[in-house]
């Protein structure tokens, strides 16, 4: 009876046993599907940020760029601004001057 008693305790013991090692198994599949499947989606996630970022830094030359042109262009505007001004000046003083010549000639006459 003693051994009938202990060979059914080691037999369910050993059913327990193996059952749960199967439910182990089980699970220790679905983790790692779930696993992998994480890991593809980190990398895929991964190439977008990467392909985000060289996205970014071109954006950012190309703003440097424009940006390095519009202040040459404001420079220029500037100097053809001065350039202007003295021209106008210029231009009055000789009217100016015309008209003092004109009154010469005049009273010459």
Request: glycine letters at 2%; a neutral charge; charged letters at 30%.
């Amino acid at each position: 009876m003693d051994n009938f008693l202990l060979i059914t305790i080691i037999g369910i013991l050993l059913l327990y046993f193996f059952s749960s090692t199967n439910v182990y198994k089980s699970l220790y599949r679905k983790v790692n599907e779930e696993k992998n499947i994480i890991e593809e989606e980190n990398k895929k996630l991964q190439s977008i940020i990467e392909k985000y970022e060289k996205q970014v830094k071109v954006s950012t030359g190309t703003l440097k760029n424009n940006q390095e042109t519009l202040q040459v262009a404001r420079n220029d505007l500037q100097k053809l601004r001065l350039e202007n001004t003295e021209l106008k000046h210029n231009v009055e003083n000789l009217e100016n001057r015309t008209e003092e010549l004109y009154a010469q000639v005049n009273t010459m006459v």
